[in-house]
């Protein structure tokens, strides 16, 4: 997995403290981006998907958040890497530029995946004039945050 960088111990990326994956590469380019670092896909190092979870695993915070640049750009591993972190007890939520009807109507098995298994989705690029800086956990009023259905 191409990943800008892992942020331990967050309190802003989701609820209680969490792992953070910035994953490297984001086609939306919305303007006032807070990390337009993150938009080269060839950005960032190459991470396994293991790797990453030993890394979880062993910091032991509450929940793991993806985020980037933008997850879904590379849906295979962001599905194992989900997955992976349900498995061990992680509460996860997944940052995107996409909506999530958008996500849906691509019928892709990862990216289903993704969504069956994560607990929260935020979705929608950031848009400036939107820009609430009382949201929590989002940056412009259009994002949305969706508690997955899960039985
Ligand atoms: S989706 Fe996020 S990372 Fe991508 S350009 Fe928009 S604000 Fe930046």
Same mark, same amino acid.
């Given at each position: *997995? ?5 942020? =331990? &111990? ?6 209680? !403290?969490?792992?953070?994956v910035f ?12 990390n337009p670092?993150? #938009?080269?896909?060839? @950005?960032?190092?190459? *991470? ?14 509450? @929940? ?12 295979? =591993? ?9 498995? !061990? @007890?992680?509460?996860? #939520? ?9 996500? &849906? ?10 969504l069956n ?7 929608? +690029? ?6 609430? +800086?009382?949201? +929590? ?15």
């Amino acid at each position: *997995m191409r990943v800008l960088s892992v942020v =331990e &111990e967050s309190v802003v990326d989701g609820p209680g !403290i969490r792992t953070v994956v910035f994953t490297a590469g984001c086609p939306h380019r919305c303007p006032g981006c807070h990390n337009p670092e993150s #938009w080269n896909p060839n @950005g960032g190092e190459n *991470m396994s998907v293991e790797t990453l979870l030993t890394q979880i695993q062993h910091s032991g915070w509450d @929940g793991v958040t993806v985020s980037g640049g933008e997850p879904f750009l590379q849906p295979r =591993e962001l599905a194992a890497l989900v997955r992976g972190c349900k498995r !061990i @007890g992680k509460n996860v #939520w997944v940052y995107t530029g996409y909506t999530l009807e958008y996500l &849906e109507q691509l019928s892709d098995e990862h990216v289903t995946d993704v969504l069956n298994q994560a607990d929260v989705l935020v979705d929608g +690029r950031f848009v400036e004039s939107m820009k609430d +800086r009382s949201l +929590r956990f989002r940056g412009s009023r259009n994002q949305r945050i969706i508690f997955l259905n899960k039985v």
